[in-house]
């Protein structure tokens, strides 16, 4: 195929990269059937992926990753023109760093301009505000893909050189670099998604708080691989590329399954829907079992990871000095402030938008989708339920490429066993019903009725008004007040205020800049050659004099 | 030997003193008269030169700047002044005291340049190259700060000169490149003159400003 005059592209096959194309398969085809198996873009952009994951050299993985970035910019480009401008700006910020550092000498230097500049394409913070615009721009199946593969792609470029290529030099704050970013992203991200009422903008910030869990536990490998803690490596990997699995399998489902949703309703915003587990059963019957993942609810398949992740938090606090130990003793608690935000998400997404009343006429009248994405979303939910019930299993399968990161590393079992967990409360629940059964109280009593979480109806609706039902934004509120104000100033992101916009302040300043020297007259640019020419000779001068 | 030496410093000097003295003058008549003695003068260190070094194609080389550029150019300068009754007075982008500071500071430059990276050259070489550099960049820096048209031809010129000094000052320099560079001053002049008819046609002057004001409003 194409590549270098003379070297061609290489590609190679080892575990981690097996890993990662394990990963994107069931996520390709899901979005193939979605409705995006006929455009030829869209398997430019699976090509660009694969070539990125399993490239062995630097020229394929650039191609491959900036095929990649082409061809979804192209894909977000058919949803809306002005994420996409933004995206390619992002595109072209990582291309910039990525280049000179894969050919680079293995150095800290490679290495942070490494987590730059393919940070940028996963989302982490604070270079994350373009993927909440950029995510639900493109068609679901594409949305889908981006946000379950494409940031798995850059976590990859992250693995292989912080892992394997650049490990000659590796230093313990490293680590502590893709932790801070990470830990930022964790929070931020769960913190819109509790706020946001559009369902794929939800989604994609809650993609941004699945990457930056995911750089948590590579930051906490690294920085314990640096210092040679066997223990502690296997665990920060484990849950990492655990995480980065379950999230290729929920999100992906997650984002077809809001796209049909629009598909059927006209809105994807939550305080139009309502009630669509009755009309849409199958689709929200899957929707649930992801957004139980998503919130990383035990029995899910969300919850191994972040358990292992959790851990080897509390493994990290426990070495170090005591900067170390009180810095991981608070990553602990805005982890844990985190998974409460995701919980928190995840019940708005399913409760607002598939509970209760239909709020609008066509959330009423929505009809289950076509056979073909409701297949592909039942093959990502398949393969979720052994992640979920048996993820030791699963680890035992990767421990070849934890063995391939970190060669020292030791196997770190996992202490959390669904099966049995699953069999006790079927125990608990059945003896539950028996004594209810057996010696509940028999009998009738009037009550005033629940209403259902309704407002008082008016009179002239006796059977409830379905807009006094609370709204996504309404349950978002006491987040809002009580965290959101502070850290979203205006509903804006941070990295809006403090990243993007200097940014553009300063491209500002270099367009007027260019646009007078493109009307300077025949003098000024005469000039301008000429000071060049004698600062040229000055320099020569005073260099060759000393 | 040394009476080599001496006059042609004495030569490159008042070549240099010409080209200091072009970017002091207000008037364009005087400038094409100072233009006039420095090619002259240019015309007998080629002489000169060719005698002390004993090359035939240095005459050649002084003929030429004797013809076309000591009088060709000089008597169709002022045939183009009095043909379109140019304004006489030359207008200037800076003051002249301040272009004049500069140009003692590229003097500097170039002094500082030459000297010390052509330590193992003869001295005569190394001081003539410094002072053809000083020319040249005086001539740039005229053509930077006049805002008319035929200044900038001037001083376009005065560069040139700067060129051709350098290259008689060296021995062994071939020929070809000499005539290659009047070649091209002379296809210069005859661009620039047609240039300056059309400018002429359209805005009845041969100021510049004039026509940076149409290229702001044009873009």
Redesign the interface.
């Known amino acids: 195929m194409f590549g270098l005059p003379g070297a061609g592209m290489q590609v190679r096959l080892d575990p981690l990269s097996v890993l990662f194309l394990v990963l994107l398969a069931p996520q390709m085809v899901a979005g193939a059937l979605a409705g995006e198996a006929r455009s030829p873009t869209y398997w430019l952009f699976a090509l660009g992926m694969v070539l990125a994951v399993v490239a062995a050299s630097a020229f394929t993985l650039i191609f491959g990753f900036e095929l990649m970035s082409a061809a979804s910019w192209l894909l977000v480009l058919k949803g809306d023109q002005k994420p996409a401008t933004l995206y390619v700006g992002i595109a072209i910020f990582s291309a910039a760093c990525l280049v000179p550092a894969l050919f680079l000498p293995a150095s800290s230097l490679a290495f942070v301009l490494i987590v730059l500049g393919a940070g940028a394409k996963a989302g982490l913070a604070p270079l994350h505000s373009w993927l909440p615009k950029a995510h639900p721009a493109p068609p679901a199946g594409v949305s889908a893909l981006m946000s379950g593969g494409m940031i798995k792609v850059a976590l990859s470029v992250i693995i292989r050189e912080g892992f394997m290529t650049l490990s000659a030099a590796q230093q313990p704050w490293w680590g502590g670099v893709l932790i801070a970013a990470g830990v930022a992203s964790v929070f931020i991200g769960a913190l819109r998604a509790m706020l946001e009422t559009e369902m794929k903008v939800l989604l994609a910030c809650s993609t941004v708080e699945h990457a930056g869990l995911i750089a948590v536990g590579l930051g906490l490998a690294l920085r314990a691989k640096a210092m040679g803690d066997a223990n502690l490596t296997a665990l920060g990997l484990e849950g990492a590329l655990l995480c980065a699995l379950a999230h290729a399998l929920y999100k992906p489902l997650l984002f077809i399954g809001a796209g049909e949703v629009k598909h059927a309703t006209g809105t994807a915003s939550l305080d139009w829907l309502g009630g669509l587990m009755r009309s849409m059963p199958r689709l929200s019957g899957l929707m649930l079992l992801a957004a139980s993942g998503m919130a990383a609810l035990p029995l899910g398949p969300g919850f191994a990871p972040e358990f292992l992740i959790l851990h080897a938090a509390l493994a990290a606090a426990g070495t170090g000095g005591i900067v170390a130990r009180i810095g991981f003793s608070a990553l602990l608690a805005v982890l844990g402030l985190s998974a409460a935000l995701a919980l928190g998400a995840a019940v708005k997404l399913m409760g607002v938008g598939f509970l209760g009343r239909p709020r609008s006429l066509q959330a009423a009248a929505a009809e289950e989708p076509r056979g073909l994405a409701l297949a592909g979303m039942a093959l990502l939910g398949g393969l979720m339920v052994p992640l979920a019930l048996v993820p030791a299993e699963i680890l035992r399968l990767m421990a070849p490429v934890v063995r391939e990161l970190a060669p020292n590393a030791g196997y770190a079992p996992l202490g959390y066993a669904p099966l049995p967990l699953l069999g006790l409360g079927l125990v608990v629940a059945v003896a539950a019903g028996f004594v209810l059964h057996r010696f509940g109280v028999r009998g009738t009593r009037a009550a005033p009725g629940w209403m259902c979480g309704f407002g008082q109806p008016p009179v002239w609706l006796p059977f409830g008004d379905p807009a006094t039902q609370p709204t996504a934004t309404g349950l978002a509120e006491p987040v809002a007040r009580a965290i959101g104000r502070g850290v979203l100033p205006g509903g804006a992101d941070p990295a809006e205020l403090f990243v993007l916009a200097p940014l553009y302040r300063v491209h500002l300043k270099g367009v007027r800049l260019a646009e007078k020297l493109r009307r300077a007259t025949i003098r000024e640019r005469l000039a301008f050659i000429f000071s060049a020419l004698v600062l040229f000779l000055l320099t020569l001068g005073l260099l060759g004099g000393g | 030997m040394s009476l080599t030496f001496s006059l042609a410093h004495l030569m490159g000097g008042v070549i240099l003193l010409a080209a200091f003295s072009l970017l002091s003058q207000r008037r364009l008549a005087a400038m094409i008269t100072l233009y006039q003695v420095q090619a002259l003068v240019l015309s007998a260190a080629a002489f000169w030169q060719g005698y002390a070094q004993g090359e035939a194609n240095l005459y050649l080389t002084g003929l030429i700047t004797l013809i076309i550029k000591a009088l060709i150019l000089p008597l169709s300068l002022r045939e183009i002044v009095l043909r379109f009754n140019l304004m006489r007075a030359v207008e200037t982008?800076m003051p002249v005291a301040v272009s004049m500071v500069l140009g003692v500071a590229?003097i500097g430059?170039?002094v500082?340049?030459v000297l010390?990276?052509t330590p193992g050259n003869i001295s005569l070489t190394r001081e003539d190259l410094a002072i053809a550099l000083s020319v040249v960049?005086l001539g740039?820096?005229m053509?930077?700060t006049r805002?008319g048209a035929l200044a900038?031809i001037i001083g376009f010129l005065s560069t040139e000169n700067g060129l051709v000094l350098a290259a008689i000052g060296m021995p062994g320099m071939p020929f070809v490149a000499e005539f290659s560079v009047a070649l091209l001053v002379l296809l210069a002049f005859l661009v620039v003159g047609v240039f300056l008819f059309r400018i002429r046609e359209h805005f009845d002057s041969l100021d510049?400003s004039g026509?940076?004001q149409i290229?702001?409003r044009g873009?």
Do not use: D, N, Y
Request: proline share 5%; no cysteine; charged share 25%.
């Open positions: 982008a590229l430059v170039a500082l340049v010390p990276t960049l740039l820096l053509m930077t805002r900038q510049l026509l940076e290229e702001r873009r």
